[in-house]
């Protein structure tokens, strides 16, 4: 902080301004004093540079919001998207020798010394294989490992201090946050781990026309190095490159929203890196855009739970059904289970009402988070951990929205495809399908239902005797007693096997037979028959 001034951009006129007095003797500050006059926004990245991989990737994430930044603060941040001051070529050459046990000479026709991009856990260096094939190489920074470990524990400690100080601490649950991110970033640091996440992209779009996923080169990756299809396109970033072909902005912009929901509600396995230096466009059909992807050290996937919560919670902000919203952080656990529905509808009301459609170059999302930051203070709302990767992934979506095309308007865009979601979602072929995934679950449950049903009609009966509920009724024989065991049991079986065979026609797409819902319907009557023929 004194090395870089840092002291006096973020301490001066705060209610701790006294502190800066603290720094005026250090060494420090007299000997950096020319770095301290450089300008704000190259003395913040400088710091982050020098904090190390962590705060460099916070950096990243800041410069995707330039909403919320100064234009000079946030050129500087988006330098560290891929920008990273490099490692020596002779470094990164001893690391792929020894990763392969053999000579860059032998491994590769060309090798590229230069690399093509540098970030804080890894650079990229151009190569060309045997075959001809046209390549990248990615090489772990050595010693990385250290670092990032040096560095999330610093964050471990600053989340235990928070903890103590800060009145929200259980709420915001820092150390939860931190041990997330630890088992994110320390998962990117293993590039075979990389290569396995590129496979799935490239699976879950091989047929796509808006999103292409390189090819890894698996004969070529270890635990250190990775190498996959060499793409070209144009970066994300560089906007006039793209208007001067006539690329149609609005449908990039509508293209990257739609694969955004793609990932996360039909293959719920998004990348969670999404920063411009991750993101290229291709050139071929400028009337109709394909983003290119790299990168896919950071990814996320969401229980079924918080998928489905997350998805109707989404659907209805897009309906303004704000009652719904609120029920649904209540049924999820979110908030505590005493919240009152109505008030905590109409908070979220007051915030989010007024920026319903409006394109994104009329909204200040940074205004309507520190208004929702708010709210959830007030309502108790606590972190969740497992939606913090998510989180970032909204935050770089939105930053790329506004980039591109910022009268996108991401509520026409988003709606549709989330009401189909929910449809497929409750619809009667994700009930069979759901039905059927249980099956051999039931099916091996079924031997043991007599006996189970026959202990809980005893349980039943034994309780009501117990409390003398049915003193006045006229006790059933034996014989009576087991032919509403049979019923039960016969009920039970005969409902399980219909529903079984009908969901298998529902599946593949044929209506269910008349014999189906003969049989289920006896058996629920069986069964009904049998459960409250005692009572």
């Known amino acids: ?54 705060f460099v990737k916070l950096g990243q994430m800041l410069s995707t919001r330039r909403d919320l930044l100064p234009d000079d603060i946030g050129d500087e941040l988006a330098l560290l998207q891929d920008k990273v001051p490099p490692f020596s070529n002779e470094l990164a050459k001893e690391t792929i020798e020894a990763a392969f046990g053999d000579s860059i000479e032998n491994l590769f026709a060309e090798f590229e010394p230069g690399p093509m991009a540098s970030a804080s856990v890894a650079q990229v260096h151009g190569a060309v294989l045997k075959d001809g094939s046209s390549v990248v190489v990615k090489v772990l920074r050595p010693g ?81 190095v990775l190498v996959m299809e060499r793409i070209h396109g144009i970066p994300i970033r560089d906007v006039e490159a793209m208007h001067a072909i006539n690329m149609d902005m609005r449908k990039l912009a509508e293209h990257a929203v739609e694969i955004f929901y793609t990932q996360l509600f039909t293959h719920n396995f998004f990348h969670a890196d999404m920063h411009p230096g991750n993101i290229f466009v291709s050139a071929e059909n400028p009337a109709y855009p394909k983003f290119l992807s790299v990168d896919f050290g950071i990814v996320g996937s969401l229980t079924d739970e918080d998928l489905t919560y997350l998805g109707e919670n989404m659907l209805a902000f897009f309906r303004s059904d704000f009652r719904r919203v609120a029920q649904l952080h209540v049924d999820s656990g979110w908030v505590p289970a005493d919240t009152r529905v109505s008030d905590f509808e109409a908070a979220i009301r007051s915030v989010c009402g007024p920026i319903f459609e409006k394109p994104l170059a009329e909204i200040s999302f940074g205004n309507v988070l520190l208004q929702l930051f708010q ?13 913090v990767l998510l989180q970032k992934t909204l935050l770089n979506i939105e930053g790329l929205g506004r980039q591109l095309y910022p009268e996108l308007d991401l509520w026409a865009t988003g709606k549709p495809y989330l009401e189909d979601w929910v449809k497929e979602k409750r619809g009667p072929k994700a009930i069979a399908r759901r ?13 043991y239902m007599p006996m189970l049903v026959h202990d809980y009609m005893q349980s039943q009966k034994s309780a009501a005797n117990n409390k003398n509920a049915f003193h006045q009724a006229k006790p ?10 049979r019923y039960t049991i016969v009920g039970a079986v005969l409902t399980v096997v219909a529903s079984l065979f009908g969901s298998a026609h529902v599946v593949q797409g044929a209506g269910v037979p008349w014999w189906s819902w003969l049989v289920g319907l006896s058996g629920l009557a069986l069964l009904l028959r049998g459960l409250f023929g005692r009572t």
Do not use: C
Not at 476 to 485: H, K, T
């Open 435 to 447: 039905f059927i995934e249980q099956a051999p679950l039931v099916l091996d449950a079924m031997p």
């Open 476 to 485: 059933r024989s034996g014989v009576a007693e087991s032919r509403l065991l």
């Open 375 to 387: 709210t959830a203070r007030r309502f108790e709302m606590e972190v969740q951990p497992q939606l």
């Open 1 to 54: 902080m004194v090395k870089y001034g840092l002291d006096e951009l973020f301490l001066k006129d705060t209610r701790v301004d006294l502190l800066r007095h603290v720094f005026v003797l250090s060494p420090t500050r007299w000997l950096n004093s020319e770095t301290r006059q450089l300008p704000r926004g190259q003395r913040i990245r400088l710091a982050l540079e020098e904090l190390g991989p962590v």
């Open 144 to 224: 990385i490992e250290k670092l990032i470990d040096r560095d999330v524990a610093l964050m471990y400690m600053l989340a235990d201090m928070a903890a103590v100080s800060l009145p929200d601490a259980k709420r915001l649950r820092p150390r939860d946050v931190v041990t997330e991110y630890d088992h994110t970033i320390h998962n990117e640091l293993n590039l075979i781990n990389e290569a396995s996440n590129g496979v799935v992209f490239r699976n879950n779009f091989k047929d796509s026309d808006l999103l292409y996923v390189p090819e890894i080169h698996w004969d070529f990756t270890r635990t250190n």
